[in-house]
């Protein structure tokens, strides 16, 4: 079963900032990555999917990569805003079509 | 379009109780899903239907959770006999075609509370 992991919990920087959410799996044998948004008391919004043949995916201010050798995905955020403020979540299959996901990182970013 | 919705928002019931929780997949998904995200746990997988059928339901907890989608499209969960412990966001997903590689797409959630 893939094990999905993300450091850290919590995260609070000052608005501008670019920073980074990591998030590793243990099954290198991943199928794809998806990275997802969670604002309070709402459902998931997803934000960015990498294949297992990609290594990296773009959308607007966010870039997410993936390198299975290691495990890892970075989720980096450039010139965070207020409105990024949220909890964000990883996301891989595992073996079926359930996807396996990490208990999330509560970003907030401070005006 | 519409995207995935859920009803209820909000369901509080009484411990012993049973309650039926719907999800309205987007139109010509043929995959749906089945998600609940406890407070410390984490988003668990549930269930997981292509079409009507329910090729798996490894993620249901006890016997006293079950679902069904009917013509394709609404799902009902159904949770019989409601604890304490059942009470979570009950989330919903759906995607064009099941596949490994398909997005999922998220519906907001019922939140469930059992007194």
């Known amino acids: 079963k893939q094990e999905v992991t993300q450091i850290p919990a919590a995260l609070s920087v000052p608005e501008g900032e670019n920073l980074v959410l990591n998030c590793s799996f243990t099954?290198?044998?991943?199928?794809?990555l998806q990275w997802f948004r969670q604002d309070p008391g709402k459902g998931l919004t997803s934000l960015l999917l990498?294949?297992?043949?990609?290594r990296e995916q773009t959308s607007g201010r966010l870039n997410a990569s993936l390198d299975k050798s290691s495990g890892r995905s970075t989720l980096y955020i450039a010139a965070s805003q207020p409105g990024d403020s949220a909890t964000y979540l990883c996301?891989?299959?595992?073996?079926?079509?359930?996807?396996?996901f990490g208990k999330g990182t509560s970003l907030l970013v401070t005006p | 379009g519409a995207g995935v919705s859920q009803s209820p928002s909000n369901k509080v019931t009484e411990k012993g109780k049973d309650v039926e929780l719907r999800c309205d997949p987007i139109?010509?998904?043929?995959?749906l899903y089945w998600y609940r995200q406890s407070l410390g746990q984490g988003l668990e997988f549930l269930i997981y239907?292509?079409?009507?059928?329910?090729?798996?339901k490894s993620g249901l907890p006890s016997d006293r959770f079950s679902a069904e989608r009917t013509g394709g499209s609404v799902s009902t969960l159904t949770i019989q006999r409601t604890q304490q412990e059942d009470s979570a966001v009950y989330l919903c997903?759906?995607?064009?075609?099941?596949?490994?590689?398909?997005?999922?797409?998220f519906g907001p959630g019922t939140r469930l509370t059992v007194l």
């Open positions: 139109s010509g998904h043929t995959a």
């Open positions: 996301a891989a299959p595992s073996g079926g079509y359930a996807l396996n």
């Open positions: 239907f292509q079409g009507n059928s329910a090729p798996d």
């Open positions: 990498i294949q297992s043949s990609q």
């Open positions: 099954d290198s044998a991943i199928y794809n």
């Open positions: 997903a759906s995607s064009l075609a099941g596949s490994v590689g398909d997005t999922q797409y």
